[in-house]
C-alpha cells in the first residue's frame, strides 16, 4: 500500500528523478559528477522499508517492509559531512534518541566503494565490524546497483541496511519512536502545522537543499544559469519569511528548521564557491545569517555541525569541480557566535519543550574544527 508518507516523500524529490549515480554522497567514482551538457538530477529511489512502532498497521510504500521500533537494535550511519545524514544527527539529538539508536561516523571523504570508518580504530566501526558502509548494503542487497548514500539505518545484529531513505527516517523518529524520546523533547511535526511545513519544505528542498547541488553539478552554462536563478529565487523568499518570524513555521523550532539549517552552515564555507551559489554569501543576507546564528547556537543544532569535515568532503571528493583537492582555510567561524538578536520576534527554541542535555563525550565535534568550544 503507498502511504501518505511515501507521496510526500515523491513529492518533495519529484523535480529530481532521474540520476546517473553521480549523486554527492553516493557511492560513485570519485570525479563523476559533472556530465557535460547536462543538468544535475539526484537519484531520489531509495531502500523504503521503515521503522515504525506498530509493523502491523504501518503504511508502507509497495514492495517494502516494516521494522519493529526496539530500543539498540539499529544503528544510524551518519557522515557528519554530509547535510542530508546531519539532518538525522540532529534530529537523534534533539530528541534524545542517542540511547536507543547508536551511531556510526564515518569519514568525511569516500571513494568508489563508498564511505568508510577512517576515523575508527582500524578503520572499522566499532559495532558494526565493518569498513565500509558498502558492506551493510552488499550485506542484504548483494547486487544493489544504486548509491551507497548516508544516512542509513543498520541492523546490528545481521549488519544489513535497513533503510537510506534520509526524509523518512527522521520523521518516524519523531512520530514513531516516541516511546524513547527524551523527556522535554520538542515536537517536531505539531500537527496543526503539518501541511503548511510539508509545502516549505518542499520547496526548501528542490530549490535549496538540492538547489545548491544542481548549481555546482551543472554541465552546461545553461544549466547553471537555470539552477541558480531558482536558488536565488528561493533565497529571496526565505530571506523574506524569516524577516516577520523567528523560525520557518513561527514560534518554535520544527524538523523545516533541521532541514534548511544544513544547507545554510555549509553555505559559506563550501557551496558559496565551490558550487558557484555565488550571487552573496549567507553573511550578507541579514535575516537568514541571523537565523542561522540562532539555530548554531541552539543544543542540537551547532553542536553537530564539524566544519572542517564538511570542507574535506566537498574539496577532496569532487575532483571534477576541485581537481587539486586543495581544501581552503577559511572562512574564520568566530562570526557564527555574534549576537543575532532573533528574540526580539518572540518565540522560543523549544516553548513548552526543553534542550537536550550535553552531547556525550564519545560524539562530541573536534574543537579545531568548530567555534563551539564548550
Given amino acids: 500500500m503507498v502511504s501518505g ?3 510526500d516523500t515523491v513529492s518533495e524529490h519529484s523535480n529530481d528523478s532521474r540520476e546517473h549515480s553521480n549523486q554527492s554522497d553516493a557511492f560513485s567514482t570519485t570525479g563523476a559528477y559533472v556530465h557535460a551538457g547536462e543538468s544535475f538530477d539526484r537519484d531520489t529511489n531509495y531502500i523504503e522499508d521503515r521503522i515504525v512502532a506498530d509493523p502491523d498497521t504501518a503504511e508502507l510504500s509497495e514492495g517494502a517492509t516494516a521494522w519493529p521500533v526496539e530500543a539498540g537494535r539499529y544503528r544510524l550511519v551518519a557522515a557528519r559531512a554530509c547535510p542530508w545524514a546531519n539532518r538525522t544527527l540532529i534530529v537523534r539529538r534533539l530528541l534524545g534518541l542517542e540511547d536507543a539508536i547508536s551511531i556510526g561516523l564515518p569519514g568525511p571523504t569516500h571513494d568508489s566503494r ?5 576515523l575508527d580504530p582500524e578503520g572499522k566501526d566499532p559495532v558494526l565490524g565493518i569498513e565500509r ?17 548516508v544516512p542509513a539505518m543498520v541492523e546490528i545484529s545481521s549488519g544489513q541496511v535497513v533503510t537510506n531513505n534520509f526524509p523518512q527516517i527522521t520523521e518516524d523518529m519523531a512520530k514513531e519512536w516516541t516511546a524513547h524520546h527524551r523527556e522535554g523533547a520538542p515536537d517536531l511535526w505539531p500537527q496543526e502545522l503539518e501541511a503548511e511545513m ?9 530549490e535549496v537543499n538540492n ?10 552554462q545553461e544549466a547553471y544559469d537555470q539552477a541558480y536563478e531558482r536558488l536565488w529565487v528561493a533565497m529571496d523568499w526565505l530571506e523574506e519569511r524569516l524577516s516577520t518570524r523567528r523560525y520557518l513555521m513561527g514560534e518554535h523550532i520544527t524538523e ?6 544544513t544547507t545554510l552552515v555549509r553555505f559559506d564555507p563550501v557551496y558559496h564557491g565551490h558550487f558557484k551559489c555565488s550571487r552573496n554569501k549567507l553573511t550578507e543576507m541579514p535575516n537568514l545569517w541571523a537565523y542561522a546564528r540562532d539555530l548554531f547556537t541552539t543544543p542540537g543544532f551547532g553542536d553537530t555541525v564539524d566544519f572542517q569535515q564538511i570542507k574535506e568532503h566537498y574539496y ?3 575532483t571534477d569541480i576541485n581537481p587539486t583537492q586543495v581544501v581552503p582555510v577559511g572562512p574564520d567561524l568566530q562570526n557564527w557566535l555574534e549576537p543575532h538578536g532573533r528574540e526580539a520576534l518572540g518565540g522560543s527554541p523549544f516553548g513548552q519543550a526543553t534542550a537536550p542535555g550535553p552531547v556525550a563525550e564519545a560524539e562530541r565535534v573536534d574543537p579545531e574544527h568548530t567555534p563551539l568550544r564548550g
Avoid at 509545502?199 to 526548501?204: A, P, Q
Avoid at 538547489?211 to 552546461?220: E, H, K, P, Q
Avoid at 523545516?256 to 539549517?261: G, K, N
Fill in 316 to 318: 577532496v571528493v569532487h
Fill in 133 to 149: 558502509l558498502q558492506q551493510a548494503y552488499f550485506a542484504r542487497f548483494p547486487e544493489y546497483p544504486r548509491g551507497i548514500t
Fill in 114 to 118: 563508498s564511505w568508510d570508518f577512517q
Fill in 256 to 261: 523545516a528548521d533541521v532541514r534548511l539549517f
Fill in 5 to 7: 508518507n511515501r507521496e
Fill in 198 to 206: 510539508r509545502d516549505v519544505m518542499k520547496r526548501i528542498y528542490t
Fill in 211 to 220: 538547489g545548491v547541488y544542481r548549481c555546482g553539478f551543472a554541465g552546461s
